[in-house]
């Protein structure tokens, strides 16, 4: 699926290259701030209130060269690319997390190890994070979050064919601990919990196991 999905991103002419996100930055046509995260002026445009940029780092860390994309960074936060497979925060002692390797990253720079963790992505899955370097600049993203003025997006490749280009699920799902599977279920349900998506069509491939559809989509709640 990682492979079907790259593919996707390589050929499909409506979806931008991650550079196309972060060009802006460098031009200094956005700005990103803890006080305004993702508030979107224009398409694949990040806000942002300055133009600097990091590159691709590299932590060394117990022998190991640990690296992640760093898209900007200031004074309050950091937001960069969580590779698929590493977890956002794991309790496990000896596994490497973002909230550790960004902790290692800091000192390194000689700055405090503060990082604060204000959204998860699954460990499966890679994609952009804000973290905040301060408790003021987590306090307000964690603000963002709630009031939901922090807008999240998606690309995902799904097997079979959308009934439409684009449209709205509002489902309610049921968790199986034991399988670690959600199911939609009736709204009357214990235990459900209403989930709601938006999604567009970006392409669709026809393949000998049959048909693939990449999408984008944002949450409105997230829900497993």
Do not use: W
């Not at 987590?138 to 684009?166: C, H, I, N, W």
């Amino acid at each position: 699926m990682q492979d079907l999905l790259a593919r996707f991103m390589r050929s499909s002419p409506r979806v931008p290259p991650q550079s196309a996100v972060v060009r802006p930055l460098s031009r200094g046509d956005a700005a990103v701030s803890h006080k305004g995260v993702f508030r979107e002026e224009a398409q694949n445009k990040v806000v942002t209130r300055s133009d600097k940029l990091s590159s691709l780092n590299s932590i060394r860390e117990g022998g190991l060269f640990l690296l992640f994309n760093i898209l900007y960074e200031d004074d309050a936060i950091i937001v960069c690319v969580k590779p698929a497979g590493v977890a956002t925060q794991t309790k496990q002692i000896g596994q490497k997390d973002m909230e550790s390797m960004l902790r290692t990253y800091r000192m390194q720079k000689g700055e405090p190890s503060y990082i604060g963790v204000v959204h998860r992505l699954d460990q499966p899955v890679s994609g952009v994070m804000v973290f905040a370097k301060t408790k003021e600049a987590a306090a307000d993203l964690s603000r963002q979050v709630q009031e939901k003025t922090m807008v999240k997006f998606y690309q995902a490749v799904l097997q079979g064919r959308l009934p439409d280009f684009e449209g709205t699920f509002d489902d309610y799902l049921i968790k199986d601990a034991k399988t670690n599977l959600s199911c939609v279920c009736d709204k009357e349900t214990k235990g459900s919990k209403q989930a709601v998506l938006h999604y567009e069509v970006l392409d669709e491939l026809e393949t000998d196991q049959g048909i693939y559809t990449y999408v984008l989509i944002e949450l409105e709640t997230g829900r497993h």
